[in-house]
């Protein structure tokens, strides 16, 4: 177990709709990263946000938005959902931003978009 | 732009066998390198990391890793692999000396262990 818990564990929708992922960080980190992993693209990076700032911004769509709060719990809404979203989306979380921290994962929410 | 190649889609060994996982990586300047495994249905976990120093690395679950500046490799052994070790492992790269985290990972080796 991680430390990282994300909800919910399966999620099945239909496209054009919006949904919301969730994520927990471990107790004291205060980075949150999300990442797509799907067959055809492997593990993407999304977005990192460092103490509620964004911090980092990777292949994220315009239809995906992400936010960090002040309890350092992150959401990632994903809207306009195509058949293509469907993957596993990762959130992990690390003490603080640099690129040599270790990142500790969640066990992912799957995304099912039919 | 930082990548990271694993040329290994699929490996199978026998248990108690000796393994190898290749990793080459393409980054500007220094990189942290990262080897993680996800085991079915599961988050991904960290095996061992590279940041500086000794370029012989060990980490959990006995595996270890070497970085090779010159090869741009970072690969990853286990002298006498378990058949617990069957998962798929990605390798990846972090930005060396800035203030942000983004990895950049391997498409991922799928490990099959046979008894």
């Known amino acids: 177990d991680s430390g990282v818990t994300q909800t919910p564990k399966h999620l099945i929708t239909a496209t054009g709709q919006r949904v919301t992922l969730r994520c927990s960080p471990r107790?004291?980190?205060?980075?949150v990263y999300w990442y797509q992993q799907s067959l055809d693209q492997g593990l993407q990076f999304l977005i990192q946000?460092?103490?509620?700032?964004?911090?980092a911004k990777g292949n994220i769509l315009e239809r995906f938005s992400a936010q960090q709060f002040p309890d350092l719990h992150s959401e990632l809404n994903l809207s306009s959902l195509e058949l293509g979203d469907s993957a596993l989306y990762f959130c992990?979380?690390?003490?603080?931003?640099?690129?040599?921290?270790?990142?500790?994962f969640g066990p992912g929410t799957r995304l099912t978009v039919l | 732009a930082q990548s990271v190649t694993q040329p290994d889609i699929h490996i199978t060994v026998s248990e108690g066998a000796s393994l190898e996982l290749r990793c080459n990586y393409s980054?500007?300047?220094?990189?942290?390198l990262f080897w993680y495994v996800q085991s079915p249905g599961q988050g991904l976990q960290l095996l061992l990391k590279?940041?500086?120093?000794?370029?012989l690395v060990q980490g959990i679950k006995g595996f270890e890793a070497e970085f090779k500046r010159s090869q741009s490799s970072f690969n990853l052994r286990k002298p006498s692999v378990h058949w617990s070790d069957a998962a798929e492992y990605f390798c990846?790269?972090?930005?060396?000396?800035?203030?942000?985290?983004?990895?950049?990972f391997g498409q991922g080796t799928i490990l099959t262990v046979h008894p």
């Open positions: 980054y500007g300047a220094t990189p942290y």
């Open positions: 990846a790269v972090g930005p060396g000396g800035t203030s942000y985290g983004k990895l950049t």
């Open positions: 946000y460092y103490n509620g700032e964004e911090r």
């Open positions: 590279y940041f500086s120093g000794d370029t």
């Open positions: 992990a979380s690390s003490e603080t931003s640099g690129g040599g921290n270790e990142q500790f």
């Open positions: 107790s004291g980190d205060l980075s």
